[in-house]
């Protein structure tokens, strides 16, 4: 079974500041990927970012980007540039590797952030 | 672009009752996710569709069922509701096959309340 863990319950960042959220993640084999969703208080899950478990180079989009470190099984979210907007709760999700069939997500237990003005 | 659809958004229902939510994968899209997210929980994978097969199953109640239909729609029938059943009820759905990367797009959710 996968264990997911996100150690920071809740975080607290200024705005115009970047913050790092934590994420590490126990599979049984190192060809997971790994998702990073965000779900504003509406309740929808966004998608922010995809880390391939065999990207040599950490995923980027935009402000956010992943500080990937697969031998440590860990793949830290850090946004750049805090906006308002940016408060919600956060989960990442490792991916399973394998092709042709159904990859259902098993999610971290979420870390809150709450980007102060 | 498509989005993944649900319905109906809001649901009350009362205990024992039964309720059938309804999802609409993107266009093309061959995978459906159903997952369960409790107040303050994680989402929590319930069942899944490959090519309108079950694929797999994960916590999911036997008073529960789902189904994918020839056009690809989803239902979730729940029956003999409980208290615990209120919960965001999302559908996901993706393209799957040999990419190393199929995102899962989720749905805007349905919230059902059982009183």
């Known amino acids: 079974a996968q264990k997911i863990t996100q150690t920071q319950p809740g975080m607290f960042v200024q705005e115009k500041e970047a913050v790092t959220l934590d994420c590490t993640y126990d599979t049984s084999d190192q060809s997971y990927g790994l998702f990073w969703y965000k779900q504003p208080s509406s309740g929808e899950m966004i998608f922010l970012i995809y880390q391939g478990s065999y990207d040599e180079q950490n995923a980027t989009e935009g402000r956010y980007s992943l500080n990937f470190q697969k031998a440590r099984k860990s793949a830290n979210l850090v946004i750049s540039a805090s906006q308002l907007g940016d408060s919600a709760m956060y989960f990442c999700a490792p991916f399973p590797p394998s092709s042709g069939s159904a990859r259902q997500l098993t999610f971290g237990s979420g870390t809150q952030l709450t980007v102060l003005p | 672009a498509a989005g993944v659809i649900q319905s109906p958004r809001h649901l009350i229902k009362e205990k024992r009752e039964t309720a059938t939510l309804k999802c609409y994968p993107i266009?093309?899209?061959?995978?459906v996710y159903w997952y369960q997210q409790g107040p303050g929980q994680d989402p929590q994978f319930l069942i899944s569709?490959?090519?309108?097969?079950?694929?797999d199953k994960g916590s999911i109640p036997d008073r529960f069922s789902a189904q994918q239909f020839s056009d690809y729609h989803s239902e979730l029938n729940m029956s003999s509701l409980e208290l615990g059943d209120s919960a965001l009820y999302f559908c996901a759905s993706s393209l799957s096959g040999d990419s190393s990367y199929n995102e899962q797009f989720f749905g805007p959710g349905t919230r059902l309340t059982v009183l």
């Open positions: 266009p093309r899209h061959d995978t």
């Open positions: 569709f490959y090519e309108k097969m079950q694929s």
